[in-house]
């Protein structure tokens, strides 16, 4: 993250805490860069099953220039949600939450407080941030997005990071090193030819891509002649 974020120029860094420890990790890790921090926590109605953010933690912190953001999740645990409990049915919402979830559920996170920073005007649609999040405790997944305001759909999700090793960046004609399992979502305009290099020839690059695009993968040592990616 701190590498792709000094190469894009990134000033935010969005990501997602239940206590306020990843923030201040964060802050540390992001220490010799001029970015600004924002933590989102999770909302207020779930403290009670998961617990609230530890207030100490917080106020360090704040004291270090993180700005905190407590509200509505975007995509679960929302009215939506509220209504499915009491009457059944699946919000649309949810549908695109589930979706995000077969990448992992760092992904799902990801956008969704990409979308509450946006709506509390702490980003801009005018500028790429990268976002941080994880699965329950910790941080294992990193996008670089646009955001979008007030349209959802309008997001544009630039380059993934999904656990360790993992990136892939929608540059068209560049190559691109991979570790796992890779997306590319939202291009425009949609790239020629896309190029993985990949550490081992264990790795198997899932992509979604634009319609028309020629993905390709090999071994970043030149060892073996590209290969059809999965689409």
């Known amino acids: 993250v701190r590498e792709r974020a000094k190469l894009l120029e990134i000033k935010k ?3 997602a805490t239940s206590s306020g420890e990843t923030a201040l990790k964060a802050v540390d890790l992001l220490k010799e860069l001029d970015v600004k ?8 109605g779930t403290w ?18 993180v700005k905190f953001l407590t509200a509505t999740h975007t995509l679960m645990g929302n009215i939506g ?3 499915r409990e009491k009457f059944g049915g699946l919000p649309d919402s949810e549908l695109i939450a589930h979706t995000l979830y077969c990448f992992s559920q760092g ?6 407080i990409t979308v509450m920073a946006a709506d509390a005007n702490l980003i801009s649609p005018e500028e790429e941030v990268i976002v941080i999040a994880g699965s329950d405790q910790g941080a294992d997944t990193a996008i670089a997005v646009k955001p979008a305001v007030p349209s959802f759909l309008a997001v544009n999700i630039v380059t993934v990071f999904l656990g360790s090793g993992c990136s892939c960046t929608n540059v ?15 291009t425009a305009p ?23 695009a020629s993905v390709y993968s090999g071994l970043s040592g030149g060892s073996q002649s590209p290969r059809k990616a999965l689409i």
Request: proline share 7%; charged share 15%.
């Open 37 to 44: 921090i924002i933590a989102v926590t999770l909302h207020a």
């Open 190 to 212: 949609s790239p020629e030819s896309i190029n993985f290099l990949a550490p081992s020839s264990h790795f198997i690059p899932i992509v979604i891509a634009p319609e028309g």
């Open 48 to 65: 009670k099953t998961y617990g609230e953010p530890d207030w100490d933690k917080v106020r360090q912190a704040e004291n270090l220039g």
């Open 81 to 83: 949600s509220a209504i």
């Open 13 to 15: 860094v969005v990501l």
């Open 107 to 112: 992904m799902k996170v990801a956008v969704e």
């Open 172 to 186: 068209t004609g560049k190559s691109m090193v991979g570790g796992c399992i890779a997306a590319i979502l939202n």
